[in-house]
């Protein structure tokens, strides 16, 4: 397969942090935004993946319907769930009731009853058992790693041959992977990060996990937008200009071309942002001209939680 995937975070509910979602999608208010576009879109979408040689899908319980998209295009097109890995999430729950302008739009709780709650949920709405199942978001002050009963429950769903691990968020991304891989008796073998050329901070955690044999799957490569054509990041569109690709290419194939990357995520909402995303080739420029575009680590999380729903 090949190592973009598809994810399904702002194709499976009306509002995201994406930069430029009215570009993409429409007037806040506008029909594009309803179940029936969406799920129509995330099709499109799936196809077009589907006929470029994509074979990875990321969906998650708190991403509307996205799990429910999946699993009704699986269902429209028999034999091809043999040929597709896919991979989803539990811990958020989707509150925003289709609302653009919801206050809240995700809520996390990390308990044994959410899980036992959203693995028959995720059966159901995929209509099949994904072959990777993580916990949403990870950060420090999260009880998972130390809640006995609900590790024993994700060691037994491991034991049943769904890959099982984390999700990672935040500057402390890093320490909280080291703590779920070296944890005693850990179920966990898989990790979904943020990794990017604005917070590549996890890189050395993550090379660590994947030299123990975990599968990694990197998100956010394009930082919500940032970096695309639509960011304003100093220096990075002279740098991709140099390097002869778009601004999103250089991006992808800057995390792509990380040694202990697995996947590495799209999140494309239109067939030409995925084109674009698919001709991702690892750089060619000086490495230490990319190295200083990194930010804070700190600094990069408050922006993006800074960023506005739409």
Do not use: C
């Amino acid at each position: 397969m090949t190592r973009i995937g598809l994810g399904l975070a702002a194709l499976g509910r009306p509002a995201y942090i994406t930069l430029g979602r009215t570009d993409d999608l429409g007037a806040r208010d506008a029909g594009a935004r309803s179940v029936e576009a969406l799920e129509a879109r995330t099709h499109a979408m799936l196809d077009a993946a589907w006929d470029a040689g994509v074979r990875y899908v990321d969906a998650a319980r708190s991403y509307g319907y996205a799990e429910r998209f999946l699993g009704s295009w699986l269902a429209a097109r028999p034999g091809r769930r043999e040929e597709l890995t896919i991979g989803s999430k539990w811990g958020y729950a989707y509150v925003g009731a289709w609302d653009v302008d919801a206050p809240v739009h995700e809520a996390k709780e990390h308990s044994l009853a959410r899980f036992e709650a959203q693995w028959p949920e995720t059966l159901d709405a995929l209509g099949t058992r994904p072959d990777v199942y993580l916990v949403h978001s990870v950060t420090p002050d999260s009880p998972v790693l130390g809640d006995g009963a609900l590790l024993d429950a994700l060691g037994a769903l491991a034991a049943t041959g769904v890959r099982v691990g984390i999700s990672t968020s935040g500057p402390a991304q890093g320490d909280v992977l080291d703590a779920a891989r070296t944890l005693r008796g850990t179920p966990f073998s898989a990790v979904q990060a943020t990794w990017n050329l604005l917070e590549p901070s996890a890189g050395a955690a993550l090379a660590r996990a994947h030299e123990d044999g975990w599968f990694v799957v990197v998100k956010e490569a394009l930082a919500n937008g940032r970096l695309t054509a639509r960011g304003d990041v100093p220096g990075v569109g002279a740098l991709a200009a140099d390097d002869g690709q778009s601004v999103d290419a250089f991006a992808v194939g800057a995390a792509a071309a990380q040694p202990w990357a697995d996947v590495v995520l799209s999140g494309a909402v239109t067939v030409e942002q995925l084109t674009s995303n698919l001709t991702a080739r690892g750089p060619r420029v000086d490495g230490r001209a990319i190295a200083v575009l990194a930010e804070d680590p700190a600094t990069y999380w408050a922006e993006r939680a800074a960023l506005p729903w739409g």
